[in-house]
């Protein structure tokens, strides 16, 4: 089983819309990061957000951390035909063993 | 620009072949990692390594040998390939566990 979950296979948007992936995890984190994978690329790191941290921003990007309810939810304003990519968030659990678990993963399309 | 070389980018070979995947970093980072990507089971964590000689097992071991020759270089042996080892293989870097990595563009292997 995973440690780390987005919760959508897939979400299709228009340019311009708003769109937030959300994802869960299953232990206590030390911190949780959010990369995107375009296609044919390698995954890109987006935010890291640590576990006393309850919201970072990146441009566009938006990325929350509830660790009560052991979610995380990234939003991506004013959405582009190039941030079409699969979204993964990612933990390692609390330890600094270099372990880091992927979810499976959202396919966003953003249309024109 | 940090950056994570994968090579070669595409590898055919035959069930029983011998392969290596290379990797290099310029990152100057003591973690690099072997991954592969597979659809439905996303990116599992084959092998990875804190440093120049060191070796860590990861989720899907089986089948693999990794070896760390210097700080750049992290190498993943197939030594008797199978189709089940079909995929596509990313290495990525990092400062340290849990911190952000740095992925390379991934090598596609087939064997047949």
């Known amino acids: 089983s995973q440690l780390a979950e987005e919760n959508s296979w897939a979400l299709s948007v228009h340019e311009g819309e708003s769109v937030t992936v959300n994802c869960s995890y299953k232990?206590?984190?030390?911190?949780l990061q959010w990369y995107r994978q375009k296609s044919g690329k390698g995954p890109a790191q987006l935010i890291l957000i640590r576990s006393n941290e309850r919201e970072k921003r990146n441009g566009r990007l938006r990325a929350t951390l509830d660790t009560s309810s052991q979610s995380s939810s990234l939003s991506i304003t004013a959405t582009r035909c190039e941030d079409t990519a699969v979204y993964f968030c990612a933990t390692g659990g609390t330890g600094n063993t270099g372990k880091l678990i992927f979810g499976l993963g959202t396919t966003l399309q953003v249309q024109p | 620009e940090a950056a994570v070389t994968q090579s070669p980018r595409n590898k055919v070979t035959v069930t029983g072949g011998n392969v290596t995947l290379s990797c290099r970093q310029t990152n100057s980072h003591n973690y690099m990692y072997w991954y592969r990507q597979d659809t439905g089971h996303g990116l599992r964590l084959i092998h990875y390594s804190y440093g120049a000689g060191n070796l860590q097992i990861g989720d899907v071991p089986d089948g693999y040998k990794a070896t760390r020759t210097t700080q750049e270089d992290f190498f993943l042996l197939l030594e008797l390939a199978s189709p089940s080892q079909t995929s596509l293989y990313f290495c990525?870097?990092?400062?340290?566990?849990?911190?952000?990595?740095?992925f390379g563009s991934g090598t596609r292997l087939l064997v047949i």
């Open positions: 990525a870097s990092s400062v340290q566990g849990n911190s952000d990595y740095t």
């Open positions: 232990t206590s984190i030390t911190a």
